[in-house]
């Protein structure tokens, strides 16, 4: 048996105004004489969002432990948005600028323009592209993949095997336009884009659980022949219209306590959480939830002020239960 073939690559280097460049990097692991199926996982396009970096090194250590399994092309691409990722700066430092709403960007544009089009032009034409991020430091999501209602039939038959516990088809909407993922999609690249985690941090076992699932996508691409696990039975909700999401805002100020966590079904006026008051011991406010259905959000950040975001609940009726 040959091993594989490891390398890493600049695949974009822009020359920058005072002696230095902006660089992205590959890392390819191949295996000769196996074909040139191609998986592409992508993250670092928000540079505060660090739940993708743990995949990557975990999706490289598990390929190279038993790397007779792999059959064509696994590249990994763990900060798409360098600059960001050091400096943990969500948009492009400098440009305050959101990377995934230049897309698919000019190679005769400006710098961050021709960088979005080398971006699409590296990775179109995989069989599969998967695009991780995570939340901010304030919320923390469950495990999910979002698709564009454009390509829910193409993209929800290959996101049940993502081993995520939500997928949420949501409307086509113009913001969404210049994203990566709708880049790629519209090029026919099938694109999947994970949600997953808090802002800043890694969660170890959201990381594994989704490395779990590229195995089981790879497999069904036949890119990996090793054993993989039995991933989990999604729920998947699809857009009703702009109506499908409750949103629980703080009525105060005060110290969060939350009461339920992401992934729990709650039912009408359960307690999800409580703001308190830590000078007079006082229970401030009973956050209680609208409409029964999925909380998928949850606030991380304790302290809160009127109007914060404290959660998000999928209401019941927008999502079939597969359990
Ligand atoms: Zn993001």
Known sequence: MNH?????????????????????????????????????????????????????????????????????????????????????????????????????????????EYLASKIVEELQGADLVIDIHASNIFLTEMPQIRINELNADVLVPIAKKSNMDFIWVHGASTVLESTLAYALNSRGTNTLVVEMGVGMRITPEYGEQLTDGIFSLMSNLDIWNGEVKKVRDPIVAYDAGGDDVCYLNAPCSGVYMKEKCHGNLVKENEEIGRIINPLTGEILSGIKAPEAGLLFTVREYPIVEEGSLMGRILKKKVFEENA
């Open 4 to 112: 594989i073939d490891e390398s890493i690559d600049d695949i974009i280097s822009i020359p920058l105004p005072v002696d230095e460049r902006l660089v992205i990097k590959r890392h390819r692991l191949r295996r000769e004489g196996t074909g040139s199926k191609r998986i592409c996982v992508v993250t670092g396009i928000h540079g505060d969002e660090l739940e993708g970096q743990y995949v990557c090194f975990e999706l490289a250590r598990r390929i190279r432990e038993n790397q007779d399994n792999l059959q064509g092309i696994v590249d990994i691409y763990p900060a798409m948005n360098p600059f960001g990722i050091d400096s943990i700066t969500r948009g492009i430092p400098a440009f305050d600028l959101d990377m995934n709403r230049i897309f698919p960007g000019n190679s005769e544009g400006d710098m961050n």
